[in-house]
């Protein structure tokens, strides 16, 4: 009788404990993120099946992205260079500061709707989201790090661990499971609320100058700039003479075709007030600079593009009415949400006065 | 009672033995690095085709899906980085299907699949450092050293090789043919690194001490090295 007891009670312990191992422990795995994509737009090209999206990846990469441990001597992260305020391009910099005070030789670009984008960097160089983050990590003049310190730094840390822990279910920190958290936060960054978003939904309307501006643009602009990017992610030369200090020939640099010489890939104009200076190496400080360059300082040579053959003529009304249509692509929205933002600070929407 | 638990556990005992895989028969295929006909060494001089003289001080690549002719799957995780600095990876143990394969294949370098598929792990993670961040792909193989023809610093030769699109594609399908004679469980594979220097292109230091990026000289080179191969006997 005592034994049968005993015996019932071990076989209850040794159910319940069955029972736990092989319940779907929900609590403890990373929390699925659906990625939304804005009404009317295309289907993303990152495939998401083999990095879904999880609230601890997020987390996870949004530590990464902000981390300044990512470089050398500990003074730049991810977002030194990809300013929130900024859409994610440097604010007011030609060129970007890296390790030491040293020059890149290239405008960084705004982080923005990254998902639907096949190639990276203005040459086109990098082919999946994933590779992008090691370009800068490993570049002499932006962070100057190596991938054995960066990931030596992490595993030391009992933070990161448990970070790494939470997302990929276990302390296991590698280059892959590193640079999948970062495309997990940067492909959050999506940008689809400006008030240009908001008149195609219905919810707003333009003013007459944004109105006229929309309609040159529809004529003279679009053909490079298609919404719902405005770019084409095409490669093209727009007519701007090679720097001689540089010596950047551009796409050409990576299929080693002279007829892709001072090509660079159509930036996007979302957040296009937000993202001077402009070009890939930063040369025009306004929108103004660049509009004069189409109607004034087009170069012909054997690349440049065919639809500027004869030049891109644009009036000053015209250009008053386009500034106005660009504006309507400020998306505050996105330069001031706080999930863009550092952890644990608020939303970095305006920028201080002198960045540097 | 106790008769009835033993039963259990005897039936438990033989279910899990009966799920282990049955043990195949393998065979290792061992990577012998030679220049010319002596085996490599750091420090040691040697004499290209070109007369050029050169000290190999790092000389790598990737082995992918290694497998034998009669073979009907390929390695599961097929990816294998022969490294000069480690003695270790020199060694690859492959299951054989049937009695004596008479072709041994794999493909020197990294399919153009996996150079377009974001960041990989193992062999193929870019913290080997073979992998190209700027313009993303890797590196096939690498060959450096010093060489008094070189014009670069340190008189220094930097041979990675990339490039894995159509018409700067350095991956090369390798087949080797197994003699019929051979006996035992490995295979003795020489790879001899002045074959990246002749015959075919001549590649002379003093014109290329480098060479860093896909392109012509990189096809160059890579149609070089697809023939460093030989089965050798012991």
């Known amino acids: ?312 003529p644009l009036s000053n009304f015209e250009i008053g009415q386009l500034t106005a249509f660009l504006y309507t692509l400020t998306d505050t929205v996105f330069t001031k949400d706080p999930r863009f933002a550092p952890s644990g600070s608020g939303p970095s929407a305006s920028p201080p006065k002198d960045v540097h | 009672m106790p008769k009835a638990l033993l039963l259990l556990i005897l039936i438990a005992t033989l279910t899990l033995q009966a799920q282990q895989p049955v043990a195949k028969r393998s065979m290792v295929i061992a990577f012998q690095l030679y220049a010319g006909d002596q085996p490599l060494q750091p420090g040691t001089c040697y004499t290209t085709p070109q007369g050029d003289s050169v000290y190999i001080e790092r000389f790598r690549f990737y082995v992918s899906s290694p497998r034998f002719n009669n073979s009907t799957t390929r390695q599961a995780n097929g990816y294998y980085l022969v490294d000069m600095a480690d003695s270790s990876s020199r060694y690859i143990t492959l299951p054989i299907n049937t009695a004596a394969p008479s072709q041994f294949r794999f493909l020197l370098g990294v399919d153009s699949l996996r150079n377009v598929s974001g960041v990989q792990t193992g062999a193929l993670d870019p913290l080997n450092g073979m992998f190209w961040t700027w313009n993303s792909g890797y590196i096939m193989a690498k060959l450096e050293g010093i060489s008094p023809q070189s014009p670069a610093a340190g008189q220094r030769f930097t041979y990675h090789i990339g490039g894995f699109r159509s018409t700067q594609n350095t991956a090369q399908q390798i087949s080797l043919n197994i003699p019929a004679n051979h006996r035992g469980d490995t295979l003795w594979v020489r790879a001899d690194a002045l074959r990246w220097f002749g015959p075919g292109f001549p590649l002379r230091i003093q014109e290329n001490p480098v060479c860093h990026s896909p392109g012509a000289l990189a096809v160059h080179i890579a149609g070089n090295y697809r023939h460093m191969f030989l089965v050798v006997q012991p």
């Open chain 1, 1 to 312: 009788m005592k034994h049968r007891i005993t015996i019932s009670v071990l076989i209850l312990i040794i159910l319940s404990c069955t029972g736990w191992i092989w319940a779907d422990h929900a609590y403890l795995k990373p929390k699925p993120v659906t990625f939304t994509v804005p009404q009317g737009w295309p289907q993303p090209v990152y495939d998401f099946s083999q990095n879904p999206l999880t609230q601890e990846g997020i987390t996870l990469g949004r530590e990464l992205f902000y981390d300044p441990r990512l470089s050398k001597d500990g003074s730049l992260s991810c977002g030194s260079c990809h300013q929130q305020f900024s859409a994610f391009a440097t604010y007011d910099h030609n060129l970007s500061h890296g390790f030491n005070n040293s020059l890149t030789t290239r405008n960084a670009p705004a982080l923005q709707n990254l998902a639907w984008q096949k190639e990276f960097m203005w040459d086109g160089g990098i082919n999946h989201l994933d590779l992008q983050p090691l370009a800068p990590i490993t570049a002499e003049h932006e962070m100057a790090e190596s991938l054995q310190h960066v990931l030596q730094k992490l595993k030391t840390d009992s933070r990161y661990r448990r970070l790494f822990k939470a997302a990929f279910g276990d302390e296991n920190i590698n280059t892959q499971r590193f640079t999948k958290a970062i495309s997990q936060f940067v492909l959050t960054l999506v940008s689809s609320n400006s008030k240009y978003d908001r008149v195609m939904r219905g919810q707003d309307t333009f003013i007459l100058p944004e109105k006229l501006g929309y309609q040159i643009f529809q004529q003279k602009c679009v053909s490079c700039h298609p919404a719902p990017f405005f770019t084409d992610f095409s490669y093209r030369n727009i007519g701007m003479p090679l720097d001689p200090v540089l010596q950047d020939l551009g796409r050409m640099k990576i299929t080693g075709n002279p007829a892709d010489s001072l090509k660079f890939k159509v930036p996007s104009l979302r957040n296009v007030m937000r993202t001077f200076p402009y070009g890939h190496d930063g040369r025009f400080f306004s929108t103004i600079n660049l509009f004069d360059h189409y109607r004034k300082s087009i170069q012909q040579g054997p690349t440049t593009d065919s639809l500027l053959r004869k030049g891109l």
